[in-house]
């Protein structure tokens, strides 16, 4: 019988101990903050990572498990070119298995207009160096052998890959771990402390930990976390869906999507499924504070999310958005978000699945979950300090509002944010990531919709 329910990643061992100084604490463990937290201390500097939950517990043990270089946006493709090597070489450094696989991915269209622009698609990757192609429906097809979907053709790229979301975040952590840095599980940071104008310390339920910077890679949480110092963070959430599958005898290598659903292997020989009729939307309060900001975004998705208006509105409106050191936060009363599947809307994906592939029928549902996605105005990844914006508190960064396709980036932003913290030469442009650029007069402009991409 299927289960509904969070996927559990690999455990890490707790740090109960806090360090009374270190140089860097980074808040959040998901796959930016283990990544950053990597990064510093094979620099040799001295961090401590604080997760209010589970290393990987929320968004990054719960995503697609796409590594993809194909369909990104340009201010983005750098930093993920620089990602891809990064994961190339992640088992290896971490001494343990992530899943990466370099697989090919396969973007399928059902129309002549779709294909066209797949063919540009493939003119920007392979300036890039990567040889990706455009392909008739025969041959995209051939690598799923009695596949019937009604396609015209195909994006196929050999360098997208795929790595394993339990797995991944808990190795990167063990790895740090290994390298002398602490990891301190349910253990929320409440506030940032400073002194002469500059970070000084981090507050947590178990004390205070004494520091010159803190990063500030809490996900949803993380619009929250820093409105409480004074900073506007422009991010809302949705939800989306998946399920795993039972192993699938002989199922295919490589991943796939179609209009109606998406599929990649797993480690374990199931498949993770989804697809776009998944996505759901809950209004709360934010949605009107910040609608001016998103409504190109939520424009662009408008006949693809779900939108809904309930109890979420309420319990949004009653949490505290200021606190002191010594108040209990909304991070201890939710250690770990774990919304509801739809389990309508993904079963009905899965059974469009089974119709046009025999690989997959009579193979059983093992699981379901739901998770929510922080999203940023234009879909772009905040890696940033807070100089620019109001209330900028020197030594505090930000690697949040990852948009739904964080995962495959997160070596990258750890790499990039690792040298923003330590003064050193960005290994890409920083400028598209900044935080200011929402307050700065940019023009904020998303590439495409999240649920796209």
Same mark, same amino acid.
């Given at each position: ?16 101990t806090l ?10 463990a998901?796959i930016?903050g ?15 990572l ?23 946006d340009?201010?983005? @493709?750098p930093?993920?070119?620089e990602s ?22 396969t973007?399928s269209?059902?129309?002549d ?8 698609? !493939? ?22 052998p ?6 015209k ?7 997208d890959?795929?790595a ?5 975040s808990?190795a990167i ?53 820093l409105?409480?110092?004074g900073i ?37 020989g199931g ?7 998944t ?10 504070w910040? !609608?001016p ?29 200021k606190?002191g ?17 739809d389990?309508? !809307? ?10 046009a ?5 009579g ?9 929510y ?13 807070t ?15 990852l ?7 997160g070596?990258?932003i ?10 050193a030469?960005?290994?890409v ?15 904020i402009a998303? @590439? ?6």
């Amino acid at each position: 019988m299927p289960t509904n329910g969070r996927p559990i990643p690999d455990p890490v061992p707790n740090d109960l101990t806090l360090p009374q100084s270190v140089d860097v604490v980074v808040i959040g463990a998901g796959i930016a903050g283990v990544c950053t937290a990597l990064e510093l201390a094979e620099r040799g500097l001295k961090v401590a990572l604080c997760e209010k939950g589970d290393v990987g517990a929320e968004q990054s043990s719960r995503n697609w498990g796409w590594v993809r270089l194909s369909h990104r946006d340009p201010r983005e @493709m750098p930093l993920m070119v620089e990602s891809v090597r990064l994961w190339k070489g992640m088992n290896e450094r971490t001494g343990a298995e992530t899943g990466y696989r370099q697989c090919g991915i396969t973007f399928s269209v059902t129309t002549d207009e779709a294909l066209k622009e797949e063919e540009d698609w !493939a003119q920007i990757l392979q300036e890039y160096q990567i040889p990706a192609r455009v392909l008739p429906a025969p041959e995209a097809l051939n690598a799923f052998p009695g596949l019937t979907a009604p396609i015209k053709g195909a994006l196929y790229n050999p360098h997208d890959g795929r790595a394993e979301p339990q797995k991944a975040s808990p190795a990167i952590a063990n790895a740090f771990r290994m390298l002398g840095g602490t990891v301190h599980q349910n253990c929320a940071v409440r506030t940032v402390e400073t002194s002469g104008g500059k970070v000084s310390a981090v507050v947590t339920e178990n004390g205070t930990i004494r520091c010159s910077s803190v990063v500030v890679a809490a996900g949803i949480w993380s619009r929250l976390f820093l409105g409480n110092l004074g900073i506007d963070l422009p991010m809302l959430k949705t939800t989306g869906t998946v399920l795993r599958t039972d192993p699938v005898p002989d199922g295919p290598e490589g991943t796939f999507k179609f209009q109606d659903y998406t599929f990649r292997r797993r480690l374990d020989g199931g498949y993770s499924i989804s697809g776009p009729q998944t996505g759901l939307y809950e209004i709360t309060p934010d949605s009107f504070w910040l !609608a001016p900001k998103f409504f190109p975004a939520l424009k662009s998705e408008f006949t693809r999310l779900k939108f809904r208006f309930g109890k979420r509105f309420v319990q949004e409106m009653k949490l505290p958005r200021k606190w002191g050191a010594t108040d209990r936060t909304p991070f201890e009363d939710t250690r770990i978000y774990d919304p509801q599947p739809d389990t309508k !809307a993904i079963d009905k994906v899965y059974a469009q699945l089974q119709a046009a592939y025999p690989a997959f029928q009579g193979v059983g549902i093992a699981q379901r979950w739901a998770g929510y996605i922080d999203v940023m105005p234009d879909i772009i990844p905040v890696v940033s300090s807070t100089e620019g914006v109001r209330g900028h508190i020197p030594g505090l960064f930000v690697a949040s509002g990852l948009s739904g396709h964080g995962f495959g980036l997160g070596p990258g932003i750890g790499k990039l944010m690792a040298d923003l913290v330590t003064g050193a030469v960005p290994v890409v442009d920083p400028s598209q990531y900044r935080l200011s650029r929402f307050s700065d007069g940019s023009k904020i402009a998303p @590439m495409e919709g999240i649920l796209r991409r």
